[in-house]
């Protein structure tokens, strides 16, 4: 399967009187692997919510190869696109096997039973996460990395179009975390990702978009994106960023204190 093409134009998204996405226009194309970063607040999961329709618009589209996201029956939506979210499905009594076969279910009927096709889809899931171990374990019990590691197989047993992920290295240890990005850059899916760890966005995003305050303030390739002057604007640290020799990505280190230029404050403008 081809990656989707999203486009998300110019949405504004509130809560109440409260503003928490404002007026943003971001693209990933085919295949693309585009990352979200910014500050704690900044409306990076807000964003991805508009995304894989928990929260809908204030004004402003969310289009899937051209479809308006939020107009498309829910089932021809979760057919192309895939979300793994925060904290989600901590209560689902079930062994991580059929956690992860639930990913199949767009793709079938009401009744239908799992085919050969689709335990070896699930089989195969579990295997790139490195989680076959864990198929007969009960899902509530699994440490927070092994459960995070189970629901991206679901999504990636989904056979998305689109893969939107909100901070998927959350809660993994650092092989894990490797593990997972390099499943998302070798995957043909779009990926709309978010990311706090700038070196890790830095090499495995295509593109990134910041956001502050609920506004996009840069976008476009990492070594573009991640300046000195920017992280100092939008974190309000000091740091400084090389070429890696080995990797040629931009490569970030934060140094104790704070910037000599003053940053503006963050946060989302009330409506
Ligand atoms: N339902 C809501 N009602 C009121 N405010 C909300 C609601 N959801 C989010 N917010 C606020 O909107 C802002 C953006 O939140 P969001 O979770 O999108 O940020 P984030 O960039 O994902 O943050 P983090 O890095 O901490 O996960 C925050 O100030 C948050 O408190």
Redesign the pocket.
Known sequence: MTGSELSVEGVTLT??A?R?VEDVFLTAGAGEVVGLV?????????LLRAVYRVLRPESGAVRVDGADAWGLPVRQLARTLAAVVQDSAADLDLAVREVVAMGRSPHKRLLDGDTAEDRHIVESALDSVHALDLADRPFDRLSGGERQRVLIARALAQQPALLVLDEPTNHLDIRHQLDVLGILRSLSATVLV?L?DLNLAAYYCDRLYV?RG?RVVSSGPPAEVLTRELLAEVYGVDAEIAVHPRTGAPQVTFLPGTPARPHAEAG?SAG
Not at 38 to 46: A, E, F, L, V, W
């Open positions: 809560a109440g409260q928490l910014g500050p704690n607040g900044s409306g990076k999961s807000s978010a706090h956001l609920g989302p």
